[in-house]
DNA sequence: CTTGACGGTGAACGCGCGAGCACCTAAACA
DNA sequence: TGTTTAGGTGCTCGCGCGTTCACCGTCAAG
């Protein structure tokens, strides 16, 4: 947050302030409006300063599309406090709908600090609510709530992906020289899944048990 | 929720997803790229009818910017706030624990809400970082931190229990006629654990691992 | 004195994207 | 039977909005 110069901070900030109050990025007219500017090169110069430094990034040419990258611009001294994180709790998974966890089918919510978790500020994350035996033998069962976070998935990572229009858990195999593929860890279940498309949602990081 | 068709319930989990994913909302090509429809006009049908029923509102003719009227589509009770509970977590336990709080072992802290834990306000509640492999018949694994909290046991508990001056993890087995024992989940260890005095410290109430 | 970063004006360009119109199909009424 | 509602196709129109080019200041560093 050091390198920006006050202008920039402020630009960052109104962008930040307007999805807070309106759910929506503003256009280069509502900035240049907001900052009482003549032009709106006056904007373009700010955003693209900011997006030179790393803080926001966006799909050029497209209305309305930033991206904050919170890791640079909360600048939070070395944490002694521990940083809890508020995550949605997805739960059964509507019946065809393929996107995968439908949102609305929040069933709850889940509070934890990030270090437990092993998730990162910077990324989406979310909980599932764990159906099924696919993964008993890597110890996570029926009921269980698992912490997802959406990061590429590597090698030998437990992901939550999207088979048939279902949400499900399985592990990631990427050897090199092979296609990826998924693989249930369940004696009884057949090991090898493999799948035209592979559609990953993110990686599991932690799992939680209700006793 | 219960007035929307599915396809508009899919297309309203397509807003919500894509903002949750791209921190941005979609637009019209998006959407209907995403569905395979050939035409911009179905997804005007499906927006105008969201809107209609008050699921979503827009600035009209202003690209990408929609707005979730959140308190129509979680037909979920009021949530109320998480209640949420710092506990230390000690790893290898010091002999004469029980007497009250030793803060001395204490490895780090956990912050977790109370529901998800499963755990109450009024008790007071530890974290152990599990050491061996005595319970993974029951999915408890090297590694994981289980969330203890200080109440009587009842048969079938997970109990943390005093056995030698150490801290272990036992399935507590008291059946009516018998003196009350403490028992392994693991095929390989002895199933019975006959102890002279019975030190239980707390009950096991929810397990939370780092994949 | 020049160079470069920073902050800005003014105008023109061109695609992204919402909007409208005409028309089609299937299911649900009544 | 005709009428309505949901869900589409295909096309056109026109504004919103990002982008570019030319040019203007100020200030600090080399």
Chains 1, 2 share one sequence.
Do not use: C
């Not at 997802?148 to 048939?164: H, K």
């Amino acid at each position: 947050m050091k390198d920006l110069t006050v202008r920039q901070q402020e630009v960052l900030g109104y962008l930040q302030l307007h999805m807070r109050e309106h759910g929506t990025w503003p256009s280069f007219r509502e900035i240049e409006q907001h900052f009482g500017f003549r032009s709106t090169n006056a904007v373009m110069g700010h955003i693209r300063a900011l997006e030179r430094k790393g803080y926001i990034s966006r799909i050029p040419g497209q209305a309305r599309t930033y991206r904050i990258n919170l890791d640079l611009n909360d600048d939070s001294p070395p944490r002694e406090a521990l940083d809890v994180l508020e995550i949605p709790i997805y739960g059964h998974i509507a019946a065809g709908y393929p996107d995968g966890v439908e949102t609305s089918g929040e069933i709850g919510r889940l509070q934890i600090d990030v270090e437990s978790a092993g998730i990162r500020r910077t990324r989406r994350s979310f909980g599932l609510k764990v159906r099924g035996e696919s993964m008993v033998d890597a110890g996570i069962f029926d009921g269980d709530t698992v912490i997802v976070e959406q990061s590429p998935p590597r090698d030998g990572d437990i992901v939550a992906a999207l088979i048939d229009g279902e949400t499900t858990l399985k592990r990631f195999v990427n050897k090199p020289g092979e296609p990826p593929y998924l693989k249930a860890e369940n004696r009884r279940y057949p090991t090898l899944h493999p799948v035209a498309e592979l559609v990953v949602q993110g990686v599991a990081k932690a799992v939680v048990r209700h006793l």
